[in-house]
Each structure stands twice: as C-alpha cells, then as structure tokens.
C-alpha cells in the first residue's frame, strides 16, 4: 500500500536566499506512516492545483511572522518579519486545499496563518501585547515542556488525547488574538492563548501552536497527533 503524501511548505532563509526544512517536520511524518515532500516556493495558481493532485495532505509549517496586511492591519510593534512569498503560496494552499477537503496540519506560524487567513486577528508580539509569566519562547532543548494548555473536552483533539490538560514546550512570539469565524478551539494556554483550533466543515484541518516536529520522539502525545493527520491523509 502506498504511503500517503504530505506536502510540508518550506521554510525561508532571508540571509541566505534559500529554502530549508527542519528535520523533525519530515521525520515526524515519516514515522507516522507518511512520505513527506519539501514543496516548492510558489503562488502560481496551477503550480498550487498540481501540488494538491499530488499530495494527500498538506503541513503548515512554522517561521516567519505572518504579515499585517493579511488580516487588514499594520506592524503595530515595529518588529514584525513577514515573507510575502510565503503568505502569497499559503494564501493559494489554503482556500485550494479547503475546497478539495484535502487534510491540513499548522504548526505554530500555521495556527497564527490559518486563523488570520479566515479573518482572525493576531497578537504581533506577546510580550508587548499580552504580556505573561508563561514561557512562550523557551531555550533549548524545544523537545521540553514549558507550559500547560487546557483541552476542550468536546473537542476531537480530546477524543484523541483523552486529556483535559496537556504539557507543551513553546517557541513563539505571535499568537491568535480575535478567533476567525469557522475555527473551532480545541486547546487554551494557562494564560488564556488560543493553542489548538480546527476548521468546521473540514475532513482534517488542525492547527497547533506548539511544536510536535520538536517533541514526537519522546512524547506520545506529540506522535499521536502527526499519526493521526497521516492516518485521514490515507482515506
């Protein structure tokens, strides 16, 4: 049986000129049953077509902040890096792959995309905005818890883990802010972060603001959750 193909967006290097991946995105996927496949940098409308007739799921991954202009707003703390080629592609993946109810994983920038691409609003900068004593942009090692979250319980993100709480480690300075319609929360921060939506209506379509690519090797929580998306991508 054919593994299915999960199309992970690249990560950009500004300095560099290039394209790069971390490793645990592509292992994670592996080790959950699926064949991972770098997608290339592009907006063009049938070069995003051709990836959605090839890939079986599509993985949002972390990175660069998400522009202001795409939920309608300026730089408001003057330390915002966006990547327009980015937010361009994922602005064509997304509304694509949501017609094709083609599954979909966010992670970290991901949860902050999809929810400013369906009309939310984000946090720019945490510590200016919504400021804490919760670690949200902890040190090495990133495979290390930091802070809790609190699971929704008729969530489906519940049904999988059969928590009420969970233990994540945390690498980010931007969050959701005014939750878009059409998302559903599955998961809060303790200091009252979105953490974990989905997209109603959508066969599969998480978005996380920790980082299970960091954490799936000695977290089973971590590996259920990439095990899961891999799974519906089968269907």
């Known amino acids: 049986m054919k593994k299915p193909v999960i199309g992970i967006v690249p990560l950009v290097d500004d300095e560099r000129e290039s394209l790069w991946m971390l490793p645990g995105y592509m292992d994670g996927i592996k080790a959950a049953g699926g064949l991972p496949l770098m997608l290339p940098l592009t907006s063009e409308g049938d070069d995003i077509i051709q990836i959605l007739d090839i890939c079986d799921g599509i993985l949002f991954t972390g990175g660069h902040d998400v522009s202001p202009d795409i939920y309608g707003m300026i730089d408001e703390v003057g330390n915002v890096v966006s990547c327009k080629a980015r937010d361009d592609m994922e602005l064509k993946l997304l509304n694509t792959a949501m017609e094709k109810k083609i599954p979909l994983l966010g992670i970290c920038r991901g949860i902050q995309f999809i929810n400013a691409a369906l009309g939310g609003t984000l ?42 709480t969970l233990q994540v480690n945390s690498y980010h300075h931007q ?3 005014e939750l878009a319609q059409g998302l559903d929360v599955m998961a809060v921060s303790e200091d009252g972060l979105v953490e974990a939506v989905r997209i109603e209506g959508q066969r599969f379509a998480w978005a996380l603001q920790w980082h299970p690519e960091f954490s799936y090797k000695t977290d089973d929580d971590s590996m259920k959750i990439f095990s899961a998306f891999v799974s519906e991508c089968k269907l």
Do not use: F
Not at 137 to 158: C, F, G, M, T
């Open 123 to 164: 946090y720019q900068d945490i510590p200016t905005q919504h400021p804490t004593g919760t670690e949200h942009h902890q040190s090495a090692p990133y495979d290390e818890p930091v802070h809790s979250v609190n699971i929704k319980r008729d969530s489906p993100l519940h049904e999988l883990l059969k928590k009420d």
């Open 175 to 177: 969050a959701v802010r």
